[in-house]
């Protein structure tokens, strides 16, 4: 067991790197660099520029260098000193930008999982448990429904239910006489009045997939000898039930919850930009617009790290809780 | 899922047939299994319809999609009577008389009720070449000669017929998924059966590639790919690449689903006697094994296109995939993006209706045709 999962870790190395490499080529893929854009700006509030100026710019910034010096000081960077450089755009260093908005996106990516799980398990259970009753045909006509609306569609439609039926400003996640004031009691409650919008909304869609999976586990799992045998010891349906299929029936979860976090955190960018959240969605978003690839390549490389070590901890559950993975 | 010998139907089959007994095919019995997925049925012909539509896009839409009309912008649906003052008079719409609203400067649009346009069907309208072949100036419906028109969907902000609009947008946004699933069928079936029939090093070496593209946050990377094309690209170009962009990352279930099936396969007897019979290898793959996995291959397919279909509308929803004048329904959403036009012109969200009922479409399309794939089991 320690083996498999010592083997896992080190697998998870050379990904890592590729991911580096991978990323530093996607943020240099655009033609031209900041520099272009920065000068084209510069001329078109009527600077002049010429050729010598232009190259002063881009040593600068640093970017006259080759790339393979460029890459290595900015992994180097990231590695030695946790520095991920300075955003062009922002003129402020990359990890204050990112560490600032990740610990919100983090928040609603957490929350959307809990309240994935906490919609999906039960239903499914429930679901499978009582197959074809009124019930299951709702829940299930409700989960295609999830898995059919895409999120940021879903954030639209909210957004307009909210302002027709409700006169209330989903958008955001303060209201316009709390943005500014200090922490009290009651901007806290402002705050949870808005953030149940991108949560519910990121969680729909996972819960839709789950409960599926959930129910179709379970499904396999109560026609097995097992819970027969458990039946007629004369147990409890409820202690039948929870106590043995719903533990093995588990398992895809475990195995997922490392995907889904980067999947929250990927449906977070565009649910963010509707929703004119202050995560790091619309920052990213706006960094690879214009190019400010220190900003984009730090925020790529920090969520597929997470996705990396979502990967690994699933893996490493899945190796603690299942014997069949273990022994394999 | 236990895979069933697929030597022994066939045996039994041709002793069946000895005896003179009825038999039915795989491919029968695969047929009748699908058919008793009855929301699969429907949803097929709720993707043949789709593909229809926009296969027939220039017919079938009222107007031209790019042709504004300053009179009318943001005109409400209007809704189809059917029954003039307690009298049946054919599909109908009300004329409207449009008023400016003087504190907002808005036009505002009110049916009058005196006024019947009548819809005609096959009308002459804008010209067009039929299937890009024969010119035409027919189309489907519309309000004959008067000068009005009928927006069953409303406008948009320069009064363009939101219904043609989706209709034209259905064309770029339905061929997204074919297009970029055969891009990621291409390279799924080659990795995946490298990976399953080779095993070993290829094997592995396609795996980690596959876990590595999947670690990789979709949107993100997306994002940064399409962030790359450069803005003033013809639009066809960019299209195709949007399309291998998002094949790049989605060929990985294809390749799990073809992996599994001939690792599964390999060692089975039907396999073993061709190759033991002397089939070269390339026979055995090609009239042996790939064969007996078309139709998981086509499932898999069908789940894989509302994930493009969903990759596209997103990405040009946030401005970085298709971008104007090409018509998507991503990029017909754009309009919907902010508050202030939902409140006004909620109609704007239409083309998300179109997205839904697609996605969902394929969805159960895909799930009866999973279930359907192996009709031996259960």
């Known amino acids: 067991m320690g083996r498999l999962i010592l083997d896992r870790i080190l697998w998870a190395i050379p990904t890592l790197i590729a991911i580096t490499i991978a990323t530093f080529v996607i943020i240099q893929l655009p033609p031209g660099d900041f520099a ?10 009527g600077e002049t520029v010429d050729d010598a100026e232009a190259a002063r710019i881009r040593t600068e910034f640093g970017l006259d260098r080759p790339y393979p010096i460029q890459f290595f000081d900015w992994i180097g960077g990231i590695v030695l000193r946790g520095d991920f450089g300075i955003s062009f755009d922002w003129q402020l260093p990359v990890s204050d930008l990112i560490w600032e908005r990740l610990g919100l996106t983090l928040l609603i990516s957490t929350l959307s999982l ?23 045909h709702v829940f299930t006509v409700l989960g295609f429904l999830g898995r059919g609306i895409p999120d940021f569609l879903l954030a639209l439609i ?27 009691f009651a901007k806290f409650l402002d705050l949870l009045k808005h953030l149940w919008v991108p949560v519910f909304v ?17 499904l396999e799992e109560l026609g097995k000898p097992y819970v027969e045998t458990a039946y007629a010891q004369g147990l409890p349906e409820r202690r039948v039930v929870w106590g043995y299929p719903v533990r093995v029936a588990l398992n895809p979860f475990i195995s997922t919850v490392g995907w889904a976090l980067p999947a929250l955190i990927s449906g977070d960018v565009i649910t963010a930009v509707v929703l004119n959240l202050p995560t790091t969605g619309p920052l990213l978003l706006r960094a690879l617009q214009n190019q400010d690839m220190y900003l984009a390549g730090g925020f790529i490389l920090i969520l597929s790290v997470f996705t990396i070590i979502g990967t690994l901890l699933s893996d490493i559950l899945l190796v603690l809780t299942d014997p069949r993975i273990r022994h394999a | 899922m236990k895979v069933h010998d697929a030597a022994t139907p066939q045996n039994a089959e041709s002793e069946a047939a000895a005896a003179g007994t009825p038999v039915a095919t795989p491919f029968q019995m695969m047929r009748w299994r699908f058919r008793r997925h009855r929301l699969a ?20 839409a009222p107007y031209d999609p790019f042709e504004h009309d300053r009179r009318s912008p943001f005109t409400p649906p209007q809704a189809i009577h059917f029954f003039h003052e307690g009298s049946l008079t054919g599909p109908f719409v009300y004329g409207l008389d449009r008023e400016r ?94 990976a399953g029939l ?12 596959a876990e590595f593209v999947r670690s990789v946050p979709t949107i993100p990377l997306w994002l940064g790919l399409a962030a790359a094309l450069p803005v003033q690209w013809d639009p066809v170009f960019v299209y195709l690449l949007i399309t291998v962009i998002l094949a790049l990352i989605g060929w990985t279930s294809l390749a799990r689903v073809v992996r599994g099936h001939f690792l599964t396969i390999r060692n089975q007897d039907f396999v073993l006697a061709a190759r033991f019979s002397g089939a070269t290898r390339g026979r055995v793959i090609r009239r042996h094994m790939l064969p007996s996995m078309t139709s998981y291959v086509i499932a898999a397919i069908t789940l894989a296109i509302p994930e493009m279909i969903l990759g596209e509308t997103a990405l040009s929803f946030l401005g970085l995939g298709l971008r104007p004048p090409v018509i998507s329904w991503g990029v017909l959403l754009q309009d919907a993006q902010n508050l202030r036009s939902i409140a006004l012109a909620p109609w704007l969200l239409a ?26 089991q259960g």
């Open chain 2, 41 to 60: 049925v429907v949803s097929l012909w709720v993707v043949i319809a789709l593909y229809v539509v926009a296969l027939f896009a220039d017919f079938i």
């Open chain 1, 158 to 184: 909210l957004m307009w239910l909210g302002l027709v039926y409700f006169n209330f400003h989903v958008g955001g996640l303060h209201s316009p006489e709390f943005r500014d004031a200090p922490w009290s």
């Open chain 1, 202 to 218: 990121l969680a729909t869609g996972g819960a839709a997939g789950l409960l599926r999976i959930m129910r179709a586990n379970m």
């Open chain 2, 351 to 376: 083309p998300g209706a179109a997205i839904v009922v697609t996605i969902l479409a394929f969805n159960f399309l895909g799930d009866g045709l999973r279930d359907a794939a192996d009709p031996y």
């Open chain 2, 101 to 194: 609203d003087p504190e907002t400067a808005r036009l505002t649009f009110t049916p009058d009720r005196d006024k019947v346009i009548p819809i005609r069907f096959f009308v002459k309208g804008h010209e067009y070449r039929f299937l890009g072949l024969i010119p035409a100036d027919r189309h489907l419906y519309g309000v004959g000669g008067q000068r009005s028109k009928v927006y069953i969907l409303g406008t948009d902000k320069l009064g363009r017929d939101l219904f043609s609009r989706l209709v034209y947008g259905a064309r770029v946004t339905l061929s997204v998924g074919l297009v970029g699933v055969f891009f990621s069928f291409v390279i799924g079936v080659t990795l995946g059966s490298l």
């Open chain 2, 198 to 209: 080779i095993g070993g090093m290829v094997d592995n070496a396609v795996q980690r590639l």
């Open chain 1, 114 to 136: 809990l309240l994935t799980w906490a919609i999906a398990i039960p239903i499914g259970v429930y679901s499978a448990t009582r197959q074809y009753s009124i019930f299951d």
């Open chain 1, 36 to 45: 272009t854009a920065y000068i084209a700006e510069l001329i078109h509030n």
